[in-house]
Nanobody
């Protein structure tokens, strides 16, 4: 099972930017990589997913502000977040999906607050 470790979270002011990174123990080229988030009291929410050469899906709430990118040589997948809003505050999880199975990282906290 692939191991995933997120980094880059923290506190940022509204309107600011933050870049999350997820390091995988195996080649990310073998997986469909994604990012989910869960805000306090809310359900888990898909943020962005990439499907190899078959496109990328973003949640409507982050479309145009967040960008997912996969670096195959480095075995990482990043989430560039811009124009951050307080409602983006959540624990963000990296995922790797293949063959009907999804692996999850432990999550990292992003807080958007003045």
């Amino acid at each position: 099972q692939v191991q995933l470790v997120e980094s880059g979270g923290g506190l940022v002011q509204p309107g600011g930017s933050l870049r999350l990174s997820c390091a995988a123990s195996e080649s990310v080229d073998w997986y469909g990589m994604g990012w989910y988030r869960q805000a306090p009291g809310n359900e888990l929410e898909l943020v962005a997913r990439e499907f190899g050469g078959n496109g990328i899906h973003y949640a409507q709430s982050v479309e145009g502000r967040f960008t997912i990118s996969k670096d195959i040589p480095k075995n990482t997948v990043d989430l560039q977040m811009t124009a951050l809003k307080p409602e983006d505050t959540a624990v963000y999880y990296c995922t790797a999906a293949r063959g009907g199975h999804t692996s999850w990282g432990k999550g990292i906290l992003v807080t958007v607050s003045a």
